[in-house]
């Protein structure tokens, strides 16, 4: 067993211009990209999406991470990122999930149009987490930009 | 130089060869075949040409280098048509197999001579030690070479290409406090993640560059200026300061950016890069943006400023200086309890300079901190000469307090004088509370026990958090002018002064209400519970030689005095 995995839960906004067709186009876009790299880079975790708001946990290798996450950064297609965590964790939670997908469902906004086959219910505890973070985030004013 | 005939005589010598070896006395023949031999075994590619461009001879080494392109398509691939005019010339010509021939070309009396090298390796070295050159070796961007080369070329351009490109200068604010904290290593790789981000968010005939330490250089080109430069700088604020993650660090910057249109008047390299480096300071200071666009004012105010600065530090020797006081007055005894001293430079040049055109300046510069010592030393010093229960006001800038030595030099400054610390007060805004490591907090608290009073200037402007009434026990609170005048038209602003006076009531604190101009202000405030008032129905700041007589006719009669334009109170 490698050493400890490494986990970076971040939230930011969604800059996706369009229908809500093209929101749920593009998400599942970044779903396939996801899985596809994160696989390669011994990464899994799990991407929460609803009412403008993204909710992402990443965990792998250290550098693994650091990587994935420097990838992310570039995507235009959103913004204002915060990092919530990031450092060891005891292990994975979400061991063999290359990027889960945490429906919406209960947070109002609708899913994406996704026919996924890898979302997680929100009985999972570190999903109910991240949707958690949405529906607290929802409430809020929009961040300032520094 | 060999004439053509020795060559067609002897082959390779020359000049020399009439004083050395008498060639003359070799026979015809034999020179004829040892320059055929010559020929022959020359390790270079030698071709004789006939005018008509036919091959006739050529050596091993030619037929090594050209062996396998066909005799007919050869002499137009070495392009000899295109230079028979010449006596003899050499020329780089690029083959469709992909390499580059040195051909050097001699006309004979019948059709040419012909030497070929192939200096396709050279070439690729040689372009490999130039993008060296021209490299940054830790990020592979280019470098500050690579950009003034590519800015020259541009601004040697038709206006059509130039109007078409802008320089852009971006640097990292904090980037040196996270080389400090982490480590020159996390900070190189930091510098690289940045290259990428740069790289990611432009065009690939985009220059980007680093010129050093953490400022960046780009050139973009071919697309309308300003618009699209300030759309990528927006982008490049945005991009560059997402938070970074590395070797288990969170790193958090902020990325700025400078703008220059190449369009603009600016003729050379050094101006362009001046320019953009200006509007990189002007997006530095100011907060709201993390860009800004070049514009011609800028150098002006630039030029200005530095004046202004030059003029500013001579003052202080040349007394040019001085301060007038206005006068506090206490609404319950109606008498006036103190002054405010205000600073006052009328400078030979200048005249009378607004203190809001010249504190922000010095604030900046520093030369807030002489001055301020300055201010603190003479108002004690006038003090001193006023009746014992009068006190006096002084304004402490937020950027004195980021000095050390605040305290020491007040308490000296009482010291030296023999004030009665009681009798100063001193004036601080909430921007003073905002410093995030507490000094000033240290620094009020410590005054304060010694009996120095402090009071919240301008209060109701800022950030107005009533956690700073909470955190430092003020003595006073000083109501902003704004609320004052304003109310009589504004029921809002009498509530905030109605709230800001029973705030004070219930926390034990004087209030003041500032720019008390009429009896009906006055009579405003004082129902709306302030304890003090300050402003010109009271008195305009005074010059200290009249205090005295201000203090012995009637407080609330109005000074004569000479007029003051910055009535800053
Ligand atoms: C909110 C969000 C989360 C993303 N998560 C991942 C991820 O976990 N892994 C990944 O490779 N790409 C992720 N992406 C997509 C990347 O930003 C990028 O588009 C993608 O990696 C490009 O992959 P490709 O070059 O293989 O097409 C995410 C994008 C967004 C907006």
Known sequence: MPARPYRCVYWSRQRIDGTPEQVATEIE????????????????????????????????????????????????????????????????????????????????????????????????????RLLDIIDSLAVEPQPRRD | MGSVHSIKLAGKPSVQSRERTPLRQVSSKLAAGLALSAFATFDSALAMVAPDGRILMTNPAFDQLFGDISAEDLPTQLQIESWQQAESAERIVPFPNGRSFKIKIMALPEGYFVCAGDITDQLAQAARDARLVRTDRLTELGNQRLLRERLQDLLESSPAVRNDCALLTVDLDRFKAVNDALGRNIGDALLCLVSKRIRSAVSGVDVVTRLYGDQFGIIQIGRPQPEAATILAKRLGDLLSRPYMLEGQLIDVTARVGIAPLAQAATDVDQVMKNADLALNRARQDQSKDYCVFESGMDETVKARRALETDLRRALALREFSLVYQPQFDLLTRRVTGFEALLRWNSPTRGMVSPLDFIPLAEETGIINPIGEWVLRTACRDAANWPADITVAVNISAVQFAHRTLATTVLSALSDIDLDPRRLELEITESVMLDARGTALGVLQRLRSTGVRVSLDDFGTGYSSLGYLRSFPFDKIKIDQSFVRGTLEDPGNRAIVRAIASLGQNLGMATVAEGVETAEHMERVAADGCTHVQGYLISRPIPPEQVAGFLAGNGAQKAACRDDPFLVA
Do not use: C, K
């Open chain 1, 29 to 128: 876009s970044i779903l396939t990209a996801a899985r596809r790299n994160n696989a390669q880079l011994g990464i899994t975790g799990a991407l929460a999406v609803g009412r403008g708001i993204f909710a992402q946990l990443l965990e792998g290798p250290r550098q693994a991470v650091e990587t994935a996450f420097e990838n992310i950064q570039r995507d235009e297609r959103h913004g204002d990122v915060q990092v919530l965590a990031f450092g060891p964790a005891e292990q994975r939670a979400f061991p063999g999930w290359p990027m889960a997908y945490v429906e919406p469902s209960q947070i109002g906004s609708q899913p994406a149009a996704s026919t996924s086959t890898a979302a997680v219910g929100s009985t999972h505890l570190e999903a109910r």
